[in-house]
C-alpha cells in the first residue's frame, strides 16, 4: 500500500504543472491569434512545452509523452531559428 503513494504523489505534481504549463501555452495562443505573423515564440512558451515533454517522460504518462516530445522538438527549433510562427503553425499548438 505504501508504494502507490510515490505514484499518486507524482501524478498530482504531474497534473498541477500540466496544468500550468498548459495555461502558458493558451495564454499565448489568446495572445497571439489576435495579431498578424509571424508570431514571436516567447521563452516562456517554449521552456512550457520543454518541460511537459520532460516531466512527462519523468512520469511516465504515455499520452504526454506521445504529444509533447514532438512539440518540443518542433518548438525548439522554431524557438532556435527566431523566425516565429506562422498562423497556421498556432492552429497546429492549439490543437495540440
Known sequence: ?????PDD??????????????????????RESQLSEPHELPEDVHRACHTLSGSSKMAQARHGIRLAEPLDH??????????GLGSEDLRLLGTA
Open 74 to 83: 518542433w518548438l525548439r527549433r522554431a524557438y532556435g531559428s527566431g523566425l
Open 9 to 30: 504523489t507524482l501524478r498530482d505534481i504531474y497534473s498541477r504543472e500540466t496544468a500550468a504549463h498548459v495555461a502558458t501555452v493558451r495564454g499565448y495562443l489568446a
Open 1 to 5: 500500500m505504501t508504494a502507490a503513494v
